[in-house]
């Protein structure tokens, strides 16, 4: 994986350091500081809302098999979340989880409640914005659907199975983290076309990928690497931590997260040291007491 940016100073709100987004060192001190604030904007954040629709994109191909959202998620009003004054976005119903009980899509879904506001920096991440972005998300991609329907249903994404063969890997194409890789096939299990493959794009419109957001974090592409001989394969790359590959996003003993945040849903890292994006040193700490939603994951707050 290519070498993380560390952000520790204040001035760059908002934009967080994360696993892949660093261009080459250049012997040019001039060239190296230019190619290092174009990596910066592109990884651009938004309060943390694109790498945790990225990370929830990645959740739901690995836990429902599939890139359905209008049929897997719903916008509903949750008691549960009291000081949130909108609908939540939750799976639905009818959603069938293939893996996990889903847990990694619901612990990403829970950060929608507006209490986590008081647990993190809202520069790094920002409940009500995550909660805001879901549902309009949620509609916008349904909406693209029926367009695509109506008007190019050559181009709708196929009924389909996904299956994670590969990663967290860097894949070499400058994205904003570490690749996911998936098996792609019909649902009889025979493998998609290059075409159908790339129609699995446009399932991709929840999580702001292309012109629904040019979300950076998502990074679609088709591949070989880590791809059974014979099928079809494509990857996306959400932000490192948030789909529980464990892995540090800093060089050193004492690890920081790119959204101070960790999925752990074994708790096996609860208590130990790590560095807030703002510098500080702490431990790793639960708010599942307090605010279940947010149960699997931990906080370097």
């Given at each position: 994986m290519k070498k993380l940016l560390s952000l520790l100073g204040a001035g760059f709100l908002g934009i967080s350091a994360l696993q892949?987004?660093?261009?080459?060192?250049?012997?040019?001190?001039?060239?190296?500081?230019?190619?290092?604030?174009?990596?910066?904007?592109?990884?651009?954040?938004?309060?943390?809302?694109?790498?945790?629709?990225?990370?929830?994109?990645?959740?739901?191909?690995s836990e429902l098999g599939r890139w359905e959202p209008s049929k897997d998620l719903v916008a509903v009003k949750v008691p549960g979340m009291p000081r949130n004054t909108q609908p939540v976005v939750q799976l639905s119903p009818n959603?069938?989880?293939?893996?996990?009980?889903?847990?990694?899509?619901?612990?990403?879904?829970?950060?929608?409640?507006w209490r986590m506001n008081s647990v993190v920096d809202q520069n790094v991440f920002n409940a009500?914005?995550?909660?805001?972005?879901?549902?309009n998300s949620l509609g916008r991609?349904?909406?693209?659907?029926?367009?695509?329907?109506?008007?190019?249903?050559?181009?709708?994404?196929?009924?389909?199975?996904?299956?994670l063969v590969g990663g967290p890997v860097n894949l070499g194409v400058g994205a904003c983290g570490p690749h996911?890789?998936?098996?792609a096939d019909h649902l009889d299990g025979?493998?998609?076309?290059?075409?159908?493959?790339?129609?699995l794009a446009n399932d991709l419109c929840m999580f702001d990928y292309g012109t629904c957001g040019n979300n950076p974090y998502i990074k679609f592409v088709l591949t070989t690497q880590g791809c059974?001989?014979?099928?079809?394969?494509?990857?996306?790359?959400?932000?490192?931590?948030?789909?529980?590959?464990?892995?540090?996003?800093?060089?050193?003993?004492?690890?920081?997260?790119?959204?101070?945040?960790?999925?752990d849903p074994t708790n096996n890292k609860?208590?130990?040291?790590?560095?807030?994006?703002?510098?500080?040193?702490?431990?790793?700490?639960?708010?599942?007491?307090?605010?279940?939603?947010t149960c699997g994951y931990l906080y370097c707050v």
């Open positions: 892949g987004c660093a261009a080459s060192v250049s012997t040019d001190e001039a060239e190296s500081k230019a190619k290092t604030e174009q990596a910066l904007t592109a990884c651009y954040t938004n309060s943390g809302v694109a790498p945790s629709k990225a990370a929830l994109a990645v959740a739901m191909a959603a069938v989880c293939v893996a996990n009980n889903c847990a990694n899509i619901k612990a990403l879904l829970g950060q929608q409640d009500v914005n995550f909660n805001g972005e879901l549902t991609h349904s909406q693209k659907i029926t367009d695509l329907a109506r008007n190019s249903p050559k181009s709708l994404p196929p009924a389909h199975k996904l299956k996911y890789v998936y098996q025979t493998p998609l076309t290059t075409t159908e493959a790339n129609n059974p001989t014979g099928r079809t394969c494509v990857a996306i790359d959400p932000t490192d931590g948030d789909n529980g590959s464990g892995t540090t996003t800093t060089a050193g003993s004492v690890p920081s997260y790119p959204l101070n945040r960790l999925y609860l208590g130990s040291q790590c560095v807030t994006t703002a510098g500080k040193l702490t431990t790793l700490s639960s708010r599942c007491a307090a605010i279940t939603s």
